[in-house]
């Protein structure tokens, strides 16, 4: 019978199951309770922490105001929504709007979306770049639509993964480009068409202009990511940014309800 492999989480490489080190990087192998994890997770360890958040806020918001009871604006601003000028009042609502949904099939769209497009883009590029590609251009969306409400002005509150799902949209187009793949005209076109069928759904608030600036935010990471993928300090850098990027995320929230 075979022996079961490892997988390095650094660099890919398939090494022996009893193996400490990996013999392609050298760096230390996940064992143990680790790697229990990562096997229960799937290699989407962000992306199961992210759906998972996501409804524990919504459950929080919930709490307060009754499963049947309409979503009160000001609890939903407690936990981190963004309205009005508080993005550049507060910027750590830019990480923390994402968390925050204003009701069970807002919250589930999302959720089915993240966990749909987010599995097999966090195992290709792995969970930190995942990290910082979802986070990053989720709060890069909100920036575009704080500049276009500046130019537009309307009452709105928002929040929402949503602009971070568009994120993942866009990096598969930057990524196939980047690979000189013509399956980024059909990437591209795909994600614009479900921009499109979202921005004409009848009785919906949709925030479209988070979702162009999240999708045109995600293209460029991934582009980035391509550049830098090759280069070996940078995966240092990207666990940084990845750490920071969760870090502020949970420190948005506490501090959105200490406000």
């Avoid at 919504?58 to 009005?84: F, Q």
């Avoid at 614009?192 to 600036?213: C, D, E, I, R, S």
């Avoid at 990471?221 to 870090?247: C, E, G, K, T």
Wanted: hydrophobic share 50%; with cysteine.
């Amino acid at each position: 019978m075979a022996s079961r492999a490892t997988v390095c989480p650094h660099c890919g490489r398939l090494n022996a199951a009893d193996q400490a080190r990996c013999s392609g990087c050298a760096r230390p192998l996940p064992g143990g309770a680790q790697l229990s994890v990562r096997r229960a997770l799937g290699g989407a360890t962000a992306t199961t922490l992210c759906a998972l958040l996501a409804g524990l806020v919504y459950l929080a918001l919930i709490a307060g105001d009754g499963a049947g009871a309409p979503m009160s604006w000001g609890r939903a601003l407690r936990w981190g929504a963004l309205a009005g000028n508080l993005g550049p009042a507060q910027p750590w609502r830019y990480l923390s709007a994402m968390f925050v949904h204003f009701g069970l099939l807002h919250l589930g769209f999302n959720v089915l979306a993240l966990v749909s497009f987010g599995r097999s883009l966090e195992q290709l590029l792995g969970t930190a770049r995942f990290t910082v590609l979802l986070l990053l251009s989720g709060a890069l969306g909100f920036v575009a639509s704080d500049c276009w409400y500046a130019l537009f002005p309307q009452r709105q509150i928002t929040g929402g993964l949503s602009g971070g799902i568009f994120g993942l949209m866009g990096a598969e187009v930057g990524l196939r480009f980047a690979s000189r793949d013509e399956g980024w005209k059909r990437a591209a076109i795909s994600a614009l068409g479900y921009a499109a069928v979202m921005a004409l759904l009848p009785g919906v608030n949709v925030n479209n202009a988070a979702h162009l600036g999240g999708l045109l935010s995600g293209a460029g990471v991934a582009l980035l990511i391509h550049r830098l993928r090759a280069n070996r300090p940078s995966r240092w850098w990207f666990r940084v940014a990845a750490a920071l990027l969760s870090l502020s995320t949970l420190a948005g929230i506490a501090l959105a309800r200490l406000g």
